[in-house]
Nanobody, 124 residues
Framework: QVRLVESGGGSVQSGGSLRLSCAVS????????MAWFRQAPGKEREGIAS???????DYVDSVKGRFTISHDNAKNTVFLQMNSLKPEDTAVYYC??????????????????WGQGTQVTVSS
């Protein structure tokens, strides 16, 4: 019984920073992928960052250099540090997980475990 709970969303001004957290419980895979997705109103959900259980990360170009995904395995938590935020970053952000079998965790279409999401709003 896997549970993912996001927190840390809110409203910030352009250029500001925000740190999202995803608390994970009930996940027993020794090899896993975790990722952050976002969905803006009227747009498709998109994967933006991923991390595997070894700590290797991947990002889409739109957030590369601004966002950092990390994890604290001892605390069963995944983070998304968001810097230099832009209005186009406004979306509901979701954390997600899946088993890692040696493929790329940036294969975002393969994720099957989801949190409920947290709203991030960036004002200009």
């Amino acid at each position: 019984q896997v549970r993912l709970v996001e927190s840390g969303g809110g409203s910030v001004q352009s250029g500001g920073s925000l740190r999202l957290s995803c608390a994970v419980s009930g996940y027993t895979y020794s090899k896993y992928c975790m990722a952050w997705f976002r969905q803006a109103p009227g747009k498709e959900r998109e994967g933006i960052a991923s991390i595997d259980s070894d700590g290797d990360t991947d990002y889409v170009d739109s957030v590369k250099g601004r966002f950092t995904i990390s994890h604290d395995n001892a605390k069963n938590t995944v983070f998304l540090q968001m810097n230099s935020l832009k209005p186009e970053d406004t979306a509901v952000y979701y954390c997600a997980a899946r088993r890692w079998s040696g493929d790329y965790c940036a294969r975002f279409d393969q994720y099957n475990l989801w949190g409920q999401g947290t709203q991030v709003t960036v004002s200009s």
